[in-house]
């Protein structure tokens, strides 16, 4: 039975969990057919790594994992004790926590758990603790762990920024040549950029649902229908599964069905999810009639620059164009559009304690932005995946409270 | 004559502002919160029925607020004590104003606009910093009822300064002040002083300043440090432990004039 806060559902998100299943399948069978598996930041060069023919796995998206299951919060004490800051990335730890004491979300899809590295690779344009959560791995097995650095507030990307990051890039291939144990297969490399962009394309197309009024879908959604664009970009089945999600919401659109029933408000997220209470806010807002239509995180996976007539520059230029390594400036012109753009009424900052980052609302831009924009801000206060920071009632109060600012509005 | 109802459940405790239709208070009621809080709500009711001289059914329209506002089954909907504490403040001071509300376990800041209407607010964090759960603790840690402190805040001749905002690590240092013989009342100060810096930092200062909630009406002095520290008059409406139940009335007599 369907109740009035429940999320309604794609039809399309059945054959996902296909999908995701088939690429985790594909994981855990690596070793035995004698496929080397790569370890990437969920930002990093994956277009490289599946061209060398590695099978490419994102802790990243393991670490959500852990935070919608709610497993984290009892996994993060245990790389405490190791001796990894509380007060650092919620994803590390609780993954870390995860590797120590043997237990994973992955094991309830008879997985024994994340796969072994043969080599990691990883891209700070997110920031520094992916590197060092990789070179924790690098270390428990022995195994090289690579990277790019990426600058970070990036305000113009220019020929210098995107040769820097271009050259580091290819400085790559030696090593992942000798790890995969093959040579780089240029035509194969813009092959799977070619397949990157269009699962990209269709992403972003999936995502531009939401400028709709109503809107056919909320974050919340948007939350579970990335994983292929996370995880499988730069492979056909990302691309089959956008083209059917399209055609579902294009349909739900031309029907002028809502996510949320009865519209009254939408909002933009900014700053990380909570995984672990994704299904309550989406429940809460549900109840006000709210629509959270659209979020800087979603569209972190939209890389528009991806080339494959120029795989490397373009390579360079996709992944320094994302949201979390660019200036204020920019993050302000950003939102600022995508409020436009998403016919906004308001704006949550969702302040991470672990996720200093990809927290927007610690350098005066809630303030800056309404005051440009005109349009209320709320900030939350709690976590990516540690829910000892999150309060559930103050958060609840607080949007209810910003709901009835935005009907006075 | 019709009456409209609006009951504050908080942390601690329970408030309740019976209006008649001239927006005038006929009763208002107290009881701590407990731990069920429909029955809570039942005697704050009964008791305001009875000093009113009205029975339930004169009450037009209900509405409830604070942590337990899911909780009053007898209610005609829900309110925050965000809007409830900003629109009984506004009721009483018809400017714009920030309305600083201290309660038990969350402090409150709230801009209104010269209309009463809310631009923006602030909750204190996951934290205890600020409200009146700090205090609570001070007291506790100096072995004094936390009815007594004001007076000795008052008192304080010399100021004793808690570093820290962690209630846990104010504690700490309070031990460390005893040991080293401050006097009870000075210390009662820095921790009075501790809990207005908190809420400094939350947000700016819009229009004047009006300060509500338990803690504020019960800590007086705080209102003096707070003053000191905005460098402006601290207004308090009358009763401002019932400000957010006076709100929630008020919103009550409000939308049943609307028709809603």
Redesign the interface.
């Known amino acids: 039975m369907s109740s009035a806060t429940e999320r309604r559902d794609f039809e399309a998100t059945k054959k996902m969990k296909g999908v995701m299943g088939k690429y985790f399948m594909e994981l855990t069978q690596g070793p035995q057919q004698g496929r080397k598996t790569a370890w990437c930041t969920s930002v990093g060069p994956a277009e490289l790594l599946r061209a060398l023919g590695y099978n490419v796995y994102f802790p990243e998206n393991h670490g959500a994992m852990l935070g919608a299951t709610r497993m984290a919060t009892d996994l993060i004490p245990l790389a405490n004790a190791r001796g990894f800051s509380p007060d650092i990335c919620s994803y590390l730890t609780s993954d870390i926590g995860s590797y120590l004491k043997g237990e994973s979300p992955l094991q309830k899809m008879k997985m024994p758990g994340p796969p072994k590295a043969d080599v990691l690779v990883f891209n700070t344009n997110q920031c520094r603790d992916v590197k060092d959560w990789f070179q924790f791995y690098g270390r428990e097995w022995n195994v090289p762990c690579v990277g790019i650095h990426t600058p970070r507030a990036i305000g113009e990307l220019d020929d210098s920024l995107i040769d820097h990051v271009a050259q580091q890039t290819e400085a790559l291939v030696e090593p992942l040549e000798k790890a995969a144990g093959t040579k780089l297969d240029i035509d194969k490399l813009r092959e799977t950029i070619a397949l990157s962009k269009q699962c990209t394309d269709l992403w972003k197309t999936v995502l531009e649902a939401a400028a709709n009024v109503p809107s056919p879908l909320t974050f919340f959604d948007g939350t579970i229908q990335m994983g292929p664009a996370v995880v499988l970009r730069g492979h056909q089945d990302a691309v089959d599964y956008y083209r059917l999600l399209l055609d579902e919401l294009k349909q739900r659109a031309a029907d002028g069905v809502a996510a949320v029933e009865g519209e009254r408000f939408r909002v933009y997220w900014e700053g990380m999810p909570i995984w672990g209470k994704l299904s309550s806010l989406s429940g809460q807002f549900t109840e006000l009639r709210t629509c959270v239509a659209a979020s800087t995180y979603c569209n972190s996976w939209v890389f528009e620059a991806l080339d494959p007539s120029d795989p490397f520059r373009s390579m360079a230029r996709a992944y320094s164009s994302i949201f979390i390594c660019r200036s204020e400036e920019f993050k302000e012109q950003y939102i600022q559009q995508m409020v436009e753009h998403f016919r906004i009424d308001g704006i949550l900052y969702h302040d991470a304690k672990t996720c200093p980052n990809n927290s927007n609302n610690r350098y005066e831009m809630p303030e800056r932005l309404?005051q440009k924009l005109g349009k209320?801000?709320l900030?939350v206060?709690g976590d990516l995946n540690d829910l000892r920071?999150?309060?559930e009632?103050?958060t609840r109060?607080?949007i209810?409270?910003f709901v009835?600012?935005l009907a006075?509005e | 004559m019709h009456y409209f109802c609006g009951i504050d459940i908080g942390a601690s405790a329970a408030k309740l502002v019976l209006l008649d239709e001239n927006q005038q208070v006929v009763a208002r009621t107290i009881h701590h919160s407990g731990v069920d809080y429909a029955q809570t709500a039942d005697h704050c009711l009964a008791d305001a029925l009875s000093a009113a001289g009205v029975t339930r059914q004169q009450i037009a329209a209900s509405l409830s607020t604070g942590y337990g506002r899911d909780n009053v089954p007898w209610v005609g909907g829900k309110i925050t004590e965000i809007a409830c504490h900003g629109k009984g403040a506004f009721f009483h001071f018809r400017r714009a104003i920030t309305v600083i509300d201290i309660g038990a376990q969350d402090s409150k800041v709230i801009h209104l606009d010269n209309r009463g209407r809310r631009t923006s607010f602030k909750m204190n964090r996951k934290c205890a910093a600020g409200t009146g759960a700090f205090l609570e603790e001070i007291a506790l840690r100096l072995n004094r009822p936390v009815a007594e402190l004001n007076d000795l805040a008052e008192r304080s001749t010399r100021e004793v300064s808690l570093g820290s905002f962690c209630t846990v690590f104010a504690a700490t240092e309070i031990l460390a002040k005893i040991r080293a013989g401050e006097q009870v009342e000075d210390i009662v100060k820095g921790a009075f002083r501790s809990v207005v810096k908190r809420i400094v930092e939350m947000d700016t200062l819009v229009g004047d300043l009006v300060m509500t909630g338990g803690v504020a009406a019960h800590n007086r002095y705080l209102a003096t440090l707070a003053e000191e520290a905005f460098g402006t008059h601290a207004h308090m409406p009358p009763d401002p432990q019932h400000v957010g139940a006076f709100g929630a009335a008020l919103f009550a007599l409000e939308r049943h004039e609307q028709g809603e």
């Open positions: 309404r209320p801000y900030v206060n920071l999150y309060s009632e103050q109060t607080n209810e409270a009835e600012q006075e």
